[in-house]
């Protein structure tokens, strides 16, 4: 069961109340919208997108049944937060209140074998999170030069051994192709000369995360664009549709995420900065939900 990271960190910092209108750009499976909704009544409107089908179908469960005035005062779009202002434009909508933006991923897509993302998931390694758009992470594997799949590893995932794993992918395409998430996990691993149970090496020791980390979310960014969509939203999309104090909350998970959402929110002069540090999970957080131990929150408000 996926849990919302950060949920009271959110709901604070969005500084809900009723009548408010409020986006949230990776709505998931609805953790934070089924809170934020009935904050905002009576009056306020929720619009949730997500890329990823299977996420709302969920959300438009959990939603359904989180405010208990009817109907339901929400509507949900398959888009990325990168086309909010085109998903408003249809809804006739110019402006918005509140922003939530949280760029982790879902427990139920890590669970989803089929998907890759996890490391022990047996089906295709897809990981898009719409596979109507785009290419596979297996294709980017089996058609890539060792020279493209490096880049990716290492711009993306920061990976110190890059070089390693491509040339070993590329070189294993004919006999042993990666066909799936346990395929790649395989492969770095054999890389890395490590066993289960065994100490990583220099540049991997990152407590409590797997050795396959980087390599997957290099993979994941790659084939979803995550960053260009990232800097295309703070660039251009939010500054157009958040009305003037209005607030904005975006969650990170890694130093790439972070220090664009950084120097975005600190480059621009339209934006206040409402939590000068970023908010990370408590320790207690930390132990419920492991997943929540790099998170960082920050917040601004439109001037």
């Not at 890329?51 to 469960?61: G, I, S, V």
Request: with cysteine; proline share 7%; aromatic share 4%.
């Amino acid at each position: 069961m996926h849990i919302p990271v950060l949920l009271h960190e959110v709901l604070d910092q969005l500084d809900l109340r009723p009548g408010l209108t409020v986006v949230d750009g990776t709505v998931g499976a609805g953790g934070h919208s089924s809170k934020i909704l009935p904050r905002i009544q009576p009056g306020g409107r929720l619009i949730g997108l997500d890329r990823d089908p299977m996420m709302l179908a969920f959300a438009q469960e959990k939603l359904a049944t989180s405010s208990p005035l009817p109907p339901a005062p929400f509507s949900l779009h398959q888009s990325s937060y990168a086309d909010l202002a085109e998903v408003m434009k249809a809804q006739g909508l110019l402006h918005i209140d509140r922003l939530l933006v949280d760029l982790g991923l879902s427990s139920d897509q890590l669970a989803d074998r089929e998907r890759g993302f996890g490391f022990d998931a047996g089906g295709p390694l897809d990981m898009r999170f719409d596979t109507r758009a785009g290419v596979s992470a297996a294709e980017f594997l089996h058609t890539a030069s060792s020279e493209e799949i490096a880049r990716v590893f290492r711009d993306w995932g920061e990976e110190p051994a890059a070089d390693k794993l491509a040339q070993a992918i590329v070189g294993g395409r004919r006999l042993d192709p990666v066909k799936t998430a346990a395929d790649l996990v395989r492969v770095v691993e054999r890389v890395l000369k490590i066993r289960s149970g065994t100490d990583l090496p220099v540049g991997h020791r990152t407590p409590g995360s797997h050795p396959a980390t980087r390599v997957f979310q290099a993979l994941r960014i790659h084939v979803n664009h995550e960053l260009d969509q990232l800097t295309h939203f703070l660039e251009t999309t939010l500054p157009a549709v958040l009305s003037p104090g209005g607030r904005a909350v975006v969650i990170t998970f890694h130093s790439l995420e972070d220090r664009i959402v950084k120097q975005a929110f600190r480059n621009s002069t339209i934006w206040d900065m409402v939590t000068r540090k970023p908010i990370g999970p408590s320790p207690t957080e930390v132990r419920l939900n492991p997943r929540s131990r790099s998170a960082k929150l920050r917040c601004v408000t439109r001037k």
